[in-house]
């Protein structure tokens, strides 16, 4: 679990911000044969998350620069009890954004 907090997220892919709230852009690796032969237009094109503020701010946060331990504490001072359990949350974040490659975690 220490091994865990003490990992830099750095983002995988592109995203947006309008207004403090963060799209995320990402393709999907794989297609399924429908979406090859009936939606080769759309499948090309990236597909869209639109994060919370909360999520926005994570996400901003995952450039290499500070581990997880250090964006759960900038994540409480910044909404305070509105993000708790923080540890919990970032951590859900984070692994979740990891499962589907939108972000990679890296040690240093």
Do not use: G
């Given at each position: 679990m220490k091994e865990f907090l003490n990992a830099y997220p750095i983002r995988a892919c592109e995203f947006v911000e309008e207004n403090g709230v963060v799209t995320v852009l990402y393709k999907k690796e794989k297609l399924t044969i429908v979406e090859?032969?009936?939606f080769k237009k759309s499948a090309?094109?990236?597909?869209?998350?639109d994060l919370d503020d909360v999520g926005?701010?994570?996400w901003k946060l995952c450039d290499g620069k500070k581990n997880i331990e250090q964006i759960i504490e900038n994540t409480k001072e910044e909404f305070g009890d509105r993000v708790e359990p923080a540890k919990e949350r970032v951590e859900l974040?984070?692994?979740?954004?990891?499962?589907?490659?939108?972000?990679?975690?890296?040690k240093k």
């Open positions: 090859k032969l009936f090309s094109k990236p597909h869209k998350i926005s701010f994570i974040f984070i692994n979740q954004m990891n499962k589907t490659k939108l972000i990679n975690l890296y």
